[in-house]
Antibody, heavy 118, light 111 residues
Framework: EVQLVQSGAEVKKPGESLKISCKGS????????IGWVRQMPGKGLEWMGI????????RYSPSFQGQVTISADKSISTAYLQWSSLKASDTAMYYCARHDGIRSPDYWGQGTLVTVSS | QSALTQPASVSGSPGQSITISCTGTSSDVGGYNYVSWYQQHPGKAPKLMIY???NRPSGVSNRFSGSKSGNTASLTISGLQAEDEADYYC???????????FGGGTKLTVL
């Protein structure tokens, strides 16, 4: 059974750093892209970026380029999304999702809620 | 890239059918048969309901169907049930990005 399990909710202060994770199981982790999707409160889905764990090829949406870093450790089938300096506007639910590079995602993680507040 | 265009809301009564549209361009919806639809209940992750325009993943009710004409894809839900009340998002492959592109989402209310 394909599963993507994300790390738990986080509460941070502005300016702090954060790294959240997404662990894949039940399939060949290096053979599919893993994407990150932001959903701000009451809003729609936005692509942030995507990584191919097989060779770490990473692509970012222009809106998020330079704002976040996406990485993966294929030895433990885990992808990461990190911020070096959080802002209040980063408060959102973040989902990881499996992507074959052409079709839209088929499996999604359960989401990680990030709250940034002073 | 610009999001695909969906109506903000649709509604229907139990047992009725509704259709949600998703309009793009020839660079995404119109050019490729890689349109997907997702259902999202409050506080839950999106769930894949339709892929490749009209295919249902295993376990998805056959009350859900998808189609495409030109640059517009459609999701039809027949025999509406209370549990269908949710947000629905379309998504498509696009030549502009490996990531793909989402629609803005449609809130379905079952009256």
């Amino acid at each position: 059974e394909v599963q993507l399990v994300q790390s738990g909710a986080e509460v941070k202060k502005p300016g702090e750093s954060l790294k959240i994770s997404c662990k894949g199981s039940g399939y060949s982790f290096i053979s599919y892209w893993i994407g990150w999707v932001r959903q701000m409160p009451g809003k729609g889905l936005e692509w942030m970026g995507i990584i191919y764990p097989g060779d770490s090829d990473t692509r970012y949406s222009p809106s998020f380029q330079g704002q976040v870093t996406i990485s993966a450790d294929k030895s433990i089938s885990t992808a990461y999304l990190q911020w070096s300096s959080l802002k209040a506007s980063d408060t959102a639910m973040y989902y990881c999702a499996r992507h074959d590079g052409i079709r839209s995602p088929d499996y999604w993680g359960q989401g990680t809620l990030v709250t940034v507040s002073s | 890239q610009s999001a695909l265009t969906q109506p903000a809301s649709v509604s229907g009564s139990p047992g009725q059918s509704i259709t949600i549209s998703c309009t793009g361009t020839s660079s995404d919806v119109g050019g490729y048969n890689y349109v997907s639809w997702y259902q999202q209940h409050p506080g839950k992750a999106p769930k894949l309901m339709i892929y490749d325009v009209s295919n249902r993943p295993s376990g998805v009710s056959n009350r859900f169907s998808g189609s495409k004409s030109g640059n517009t894809a459609s999701l039809t839900i027949s025999g509406l049930q209370a549990e269908d009340e949710a947000d629905y998002y379309c998504s498509s492959y696009t030549t502009s990005s490996t990531l793909g592109v989402f629609g803005g989402g449609t809130k379905l209310t079952v009256l």
